[in-house]
């Protein structure tokens, strides 16, 4: 669980390091497996986990990230973004805005 410190949290939603994760059975995620999966798998399987983050948190104080090229165990890098768009079909304009843009725009004080 975590501990909303207010309006000011935030939280990064990516895939970097996410090979290290673990079924509750203990077993590896299937997206080890040689060849890597698709951007499809990887949304099926990200997906109980990236909306709970957006539900606790709203897309205005969520942004999705990368630590490419450390992340490239898990899946390449246009694997990962085609997977973050496939989470994100359902939301609105405005919350794709703030989750692929915005959020990060903001919280590092980009002039874009």
């Not at 207010?6 to 995620?29: C, H, M, T, Y």
């Not at 990887?42 to 490419?68: N, Q």
Request: hydrophobic share 35%; net charge positive; glycine share 8%.
């Amino acid at each position: 669980m975590y501990r909303d410190s207010g309006p000011e949290a935030l939280k990064s939603v990516g895939g970097g390091r996410i090979r290290q994760w673990r079924r509750r059975d203990g077993s590896k995620w299937t997206f080890l497996a040689t060849p890597q999966a698709s951007s499809e798998q990887l949304a099926r399987e990200w997906k109980p986990y990236v909306e709970t983050c957006i539900e606790a948190f709203g897309a205005h104080r969520c942004m999705f990230e990368s630590d490419y090229p450390p992340g490239s165990s898990s899946c390449t890098y246009p694997v990962l973004w085609n997977t973050f768009k496939r989470l994100a079909s359902g939301a609105s304009k405005e919350e794709k805005a703030a989750l692929f843009s915005e959020t990060a725009r903001r919280v590092y004080r980009l002039v874009i």
